[in-house]
């Protein structure tokens, strides 16, 4: 088996690395950067989104797994402690693989032929480069309203507890294959009207984003942010695409909600 270990880059987490490599050669695993089976992502979870962007373009091929040297993370979920288990369960045991949903965006752009396509493990966010953010929303082909405001954020279930959480969206489980719209500061007034509640959409129904007057947008996929000038539109469903993960050990999402923003 190829593996591939991504640390956040500080001293810890280049230490663990050191110590997951040296062990996995031990086993006589194969170091490959280029085509890894499984990529060790070592930090927290924005760690793990580097790591899945990475390697987006093989997907199908990776899993991945996170140790997280700061706090419990939803991607990074095992400790430093453990790692002596994990990198024995890594070589000695065929592992059992969950798929996440993920989020396609599609981008069209006025003076591009070709729609730009990205995939999103958290969210994309829009927001406006100037000034409000003006935009008729369809979902599934009919106009549902024009949203003001600071920004929308359609998030994944793993992305649910993220950014999207901030906004008071819906914690999804991850078995859900659905996408959540979340509002940012929506003005709502006599002429203005936006419903208020974050949506869940499930696969198939895609939601399509339009502007209004200004064309020129701050989009996010994740930790990265792209200013788009001159957007037709931004399409936003339930991808193909999965992420993988291995898993070595039961964790319910639940108990890893609960940890995280509750405490033991
Ligand atoms: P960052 O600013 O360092 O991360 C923001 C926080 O979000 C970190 O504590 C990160 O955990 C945590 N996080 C990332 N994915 C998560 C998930 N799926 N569930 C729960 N917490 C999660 O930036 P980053 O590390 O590059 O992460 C980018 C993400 O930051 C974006 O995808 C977005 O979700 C989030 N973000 C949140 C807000 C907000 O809540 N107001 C605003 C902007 C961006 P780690 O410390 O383990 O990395
Ligand atoms: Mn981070």
Same mark, same amino acid.
């Given at each position: 088996m190829k593996f591939a270990i991504q640390s956040k880059g500080d001293i810890t987490s280049n230490d663990i690395k050191n110590q997951i490599m040296s062990y996995l050669l031990g086993f006589e695993l194969t170091l490959d @950067?280029? @085509? #890894?089976?499984i990529v060790i992502s070592v930090g927290g979870d924005g760690t793990l989104l580097h790591a899945f962007h990475r390697y987006i373009n093989r997907l199908e091929h990776t899993t991945f797994v996170g140790v997280h040297t700061g706090h419990l993370g939803f991607y990074a979920d095992w400790t430093p402690d453990e790692v002596e288990k994990l990198v024995i369960h890594i070589a000695k045991t065929p592992f059992q693989v969950v798929e996440y949903p993920l989020l396609e965006v599609s981008i069209q752009l006025n003076d591009e032929d070709e729609e730009r396509h990205y995939l999103a493990l958290n969210e994309c966010t829009v927001k406006s480069s100037e000034g409000s953010l003006v935009m008729d929303v369809t979902i599934k082909g009919d106009h549902f309203e024009t949203f003001r405001g600071d920004g929308l954020c359609i998030s994944t279930p793993t992305g649910s507890t993220a950014y999207n959480k901030a906004l008071s969206g819906a914690i999804i489980h #991850?078995?859900?294959?659905s996408i959540q719209l979340a509002e940012m500061a929506s003005i709502n007034n006599r002429v203005y009207r936006t419903v208020g509640s974050p949506l869940v959409l499930p696969q198939h129904h895609t939601c399509m984003l339009k502007p209004v +007057?200004?064309? +020129?947008f701050d989009i996010t996929i994740d930790h990265l942010s792209i200013i788009h000038k001159g957007v037709k539109s931004i399409h936003c469903r339930v991808a193909e695409e999965k992420v993988r993960f291995a898993r070595y050990r039961p964790f319910p999402f639940w108990v890893r909600v609960r940890e995280s923003f509750i405490g033991d």
């Open positions: @950067e280029e @085509e #890894p089976d #991850p078995s859900l294959a +007057n200004d064309v +020129n």
